[in-house]
């Protein structure tokens, strides 16, 4: 599976949203700024998000956006899907590749990936914004700064 752009900082948004919660919204330039993603491109992806439930925005001088459930509730498979959609989901080398595959469904090689893609989504269902920004918080812990 090949993870675009969009995904990987639609993600990066998503945590950033939890990392850094407070009682005020969160600007998208915050974000952007924090994680170095175009605003332009973030504001984007941040609407699709609110579109799919993920996020909430706030407009006025001191809006900006938060989730809009629990971070144990948003889980990869669940940003992925609402920025790419189901072509997520099938992944075989050959049938993607210009002249598609002689082979049709009778293939073991395309059994080989589609047990692979099974594992890889039942993963990524299973795989929370909670549980990746608690990791995060983790390895924050641990950064150690030399004079």
């Not at 948004?13 to 915050?30: F, G, Y």
């Not at 699709?48 to 459930?69: D, F, H, T």
């Not at 590749?97 to 395309?110: I, M, Q, S, T, V």
């Not at 390895?139 to 030399?146: A, C, R, W």
Request: hydrophobic fraction near 35%.
């Amino acid at each position: 599976m090949k993870v675009s752009a969009r995904v990987e900082y639609g993600i990066l948004a998503v945590m950033d949203l939890w990392l850094n919660r407070t009682k005020e919204p969160i600007q998208s330039s915050d974000i952007a700024r924090r994680n170095k993603i175009p605003k332009p491109f973030l504001d984007q992806l941040l609407l699709e998000l609110r579109k799919g439930g993920i996020v909430r925005s706030m407009r006025g001088p001191k809006g900006g956006y938060g989730l809009s459930k629990p971070a144990s509730d948003i889980t990869v498979y669940d940003i992925i899907n609402i920025l790419e959609g189901s072509k997520s989901e099938k992944f075989c080398p050959v049938m993607a590749a210009e002249n598609g595959c002689p082979r049709n469904n009778d293939c073991a090689l395309l059994n080989f990936w589609e047990k692979i893609n099974q594992e890889l989504m039942t993963r990524l269902k299973s795989a929370t914004i909670e549980q990746i920004c608690s990791e995060q918080e983790k390895l924050d812990k641990h950064v150690m700064y030399y004079i």
